[in-house]
């Protein structure tokens, strides 16, 4: 095993610690789980083993592949820790929680992004795709891009009958989903100023 093979297999290690962590010791459950957190539950570990297994059994990482991968699980962890360091007086409820909204946070990644804890998890599995080389791991990519769409498109649902309705759509209106929205027209009008 090469020392790029063994920096994979230790960032992969670190996200799943951190996911794990979160999930058991962060994130907030109101009242009993739901289907769809099972769901996720569920799916989260057999995606896990999956990547693990195709890791550890991976033959040498390319050079750029590995380090692409480290990059990857490197934004994970940023977005993954930052989301968390900004909820921490408030910690947020277990996806596809049924509570209403309490609050709305539009600082630290949440500037950029609507549901960076998302973006954290896809980057990681984005990661371990890459760095094994295995084709057949998008699928796990595809199948929880479609997850957390649902739980982001419920959560929204949420906010939008919830008191923080308007100022909700305003947030929206400036943040991208899972990647930082950029707005061509507005760089449009200043260069042609």
């Known amino acids: 095993m090469t020392i790029l093979q063994m920096a994979v297999l ?3 290690a670190c996200c799943i610690i951190s996911f ?4 058991t010791r962060f994130f907030r459950t109101v009242g ?5 957190t099972r769901i996720v539950q569920v799916a989260v570990i057999m ?3 999956a990547h693990l297994i195709a890791l550890s059994r991976s033959h040498a990482v390319s050079m750029t592949l590995g380090f692409g991968a480290l990059g990857l699980y490197c934004v994970s962890l940023v977005l993954f820790w930052s989301s968390i360091r900004v909820n921490r007086a408030k910690p947020l409820s277990a996806v596809f929680s049924k509570d ?4 709305l946070i539009t600082r630290g990644p949440y500037r950029f992004i609507r549901n960076p804890f998302y973006s954290s998890y896809l980057s990681a599995l984005l990661a371990g795709t890459i ?3 295995q084709p057949w791991l998008l699928l796990s990519v595809l199948i ?3 997850i957390y769409y649902l739980a982001a498109i ?3 649902h949420k906010f939008e009958i919830s008191p923080l309705a308007a100022e909700y759509m305003q947030y929206k209106d400036r943040t991208g989903m899972f990647i930082p929205y950029l707005r061509f027209s507005s760089l449009h009008h200043r260069n042609s100023g």
């Not at 794990?20 to 999930?23: F, R, S, Y």
């Not at 009993?32 to 769809?36: K, T």
């Not at 209403?100 to 609050?103: N, Q, S, V």
Request: proline share 4%.
């Open 154 to 156: 419920k959560e929204e």
């Open 32 to 36: 009993r789980f739901s289907l769809g």
């Open 144 to 146: 929880m891009t479609i």
């Open 131 to 133: 760095a094994s080389a």
């Open 20 to 23: 794990t962590w979160g999930m």
């Open 100 to 103: 209403h909204p309490e609050h």
């Open 10 to 12: 230790l960032a992969f």
């Open 47 to 49: 995606f896990t083993l």
